[in-house]
């Protein structure tokens, strides 16, 4: 059972455009969303995260909606960038229970 | 510089033969984890580790194993490794649980 469900698989964007994954979720019981950023040969790095009792969280061009509800998040990348280009995964994490999940990723290729 | 290391960064192995992948960090986190990528299937869980000779299963946890002796590292062992566990590994670490994960720079294993 896939607990964490991300879309598209792969995104084309031109530069300056809105770049916009999305992922929904099944446990409720989620208290932590993060979304991970990875170039090619290197490990995720965090890019932004947000807790449940939020609807919407910005930091510089990159924004989270949170929608509870619906049990479903999003990133937004404004202005997307060529530097933008990589593979970038939603989470939901259980913090009292210290696990984990990810979605199955989404590359984003952002065309100068 | 904080980080979180893993060695080696390239292994290539015959089925059965055991071995293990170290991962240390340098940041006084309480909470590590193991991570496996496959293309099309995003990371999963396979141990997670809340504090020293504190350890718990992920998601994917059949084939193995893990120890936290000590805060700074927390290696993953193969006892008999089999073809399906030729993969990407990643480790991390956060200050808390449901916290901030900073990856290491990953290990392709290949099991022939």
């Known amino acids: 059972q896939q607990q964490v469900k991300q879309s598209p698989q792969s995104l084309i964007v031109q530069k300056g455009g809105i770049s916009i994954i999305n992922c929904a979720y099944e446990?409720?019981?989620?208290?932590?969303f993060p979304w991970y950023q990875q170039f090619p040969g290197k490990g995720p790095a965090l890019l932004i995260a947000?807790?449940?009792?939020?609807s919407e969280k910005k930091e510089g061009r990159f924004t989270i909606s949170f929608n509870k509800s619906a049990k479903q998040f999003s990133l937004h990348i404004m202005d997307s960038q060529p530097g933008d280009s990589a593979t970038y995964f939603c989470?939901?994490?259980?913090?009292?229970?210290?696990?984990?999940?990810f979605g199955d990723g989404t590359t984003l290729t952002v065309k100068p | 510089e904080a980080q979180v290391t893993q060695n080696p960064r390239y292994l290539i192995t015959v089925t059965g033969k055991k071995l293990t992948v170290t991962c240390s960090q340098n940041?006084?986190?309480?909470?590590m984890s193991w991570y496996r990528q496959d293309p099309g299937l995003g990371l999963r869980q396979i141990y997670y580790?809340?504090?020293?000779?504190?350890?718990d299963k992920g998601d994917v946890p059949e084939g193995y194993k893990v120890s936290r002796k000590e805060k700074r590292n927390f290696p993953l062992i193969l006892e008999s490794p089999s073809p399906n566990q030729t993969s990407l590994y990643f480790c991390?670490?956060?200050?808390?649980?449901?916290?901030?994960?900073?990856f290491g720079p990953g290990t392709r294993l290949t099991v022939t």
């Open positions: 991390a670490s956060s200050l808390v649980q449901g916290g901030k994960q900073y």
């Open positions: 947000i807790r449940p009792d939020v």
């Open positions: 580790s809340m504090n020293v000779e504190v350890t």
């Open positions: 446990n409720t019981a989620f208290d932590y």
């Open positions: 989470a939901a994490s259980l913090t009292n229970a210290g696990k984990s999940t």
């Open positions: 940041m006084n986190h309480e909470y």
